[in-house]
């Protein structure tokens, strides 16, 4: 079940969808063009994304999710309700692909939203178009918080990895360049 209150040309629309007996807000913008998919990070809503999904509804669909447990979603308790794992977040944008979206989308994530997106991408390859991840938090893998030995690996990994930060995409036609 979905409600929805209609986008103004300042404002996109805010729609509640109902995963699992329980409701997600997620905010949609434009009515052209692939479908983009905006996931935010830690302890954030959809509303991280206000300054960009009208940009981006210029020339795509856009979605913005709040991550059950955030925002204006619903917040079961943890361990009796919903287990907040990333595995739970990446089953419910699968599943929001899937009901909400309805075909392949690109995906863009920030912070812990990027681990969300990759597990997404994992369970379900075919729904996902692309990838675009923003400050990805690696999964507990603060150098400050690592031992000494842990610290020179990751030092290692970060160097000889194939994943380089990048700044933010200059426009949204970037979104096509994979």
Not at 27 to 37: E, F, H, I, K, N
Not at 65 to 93: C, H, N, V
Request: proline share 6%.
């Amino acid at each position: 079940m979905m409600t929805n209150q209609p986008t103004t040309a300042s404002q996109p629309a805010t729609q509640v969808w109902q995963w699992r007996n329980f409701p997600i807000t997620y905010q949609t913008a434009g009515s052209q063009g692939p479908a983009v998919l905006l996931i935010h990070g830690l302890g954030a809503s959809c509303q991280h994304w206000r300054k960009n999904i009208l940009v981006l509804a210029q020339q795509y669909r856009v979605y913005a999710i709040d991550l059950i447990g955030f925002g204006q979603s619903a917040k079961p308790k943890p361990g009796e309700e919903m287990d907040y794992r990333f595995e739970t977040w990446g089953e419910q944008i699968n599943d929001f692909c899937r009901e909400v979206i309805g075909e392949p989308v690109q995906i863009v994530g920030n912070s812990i939203g990027c681990i969300v997106a990759l597990q997404a991408a994992v369970n379900q390859p075919q729904q996902v178009t692309s990838l675009v991840l923003l400050d990805c938090a690696l999964r507990l893998q603060h150098e400050r918080k690592l031992n000494w030995y842990r610290r020179i690996f990751f030092r290692m990994f970060k160097k000889f990895s194939p994943i380089h930060q990048s700044g933010i995409f200059s426009s949204p036609n970037s979104l096509n360049h994979r």
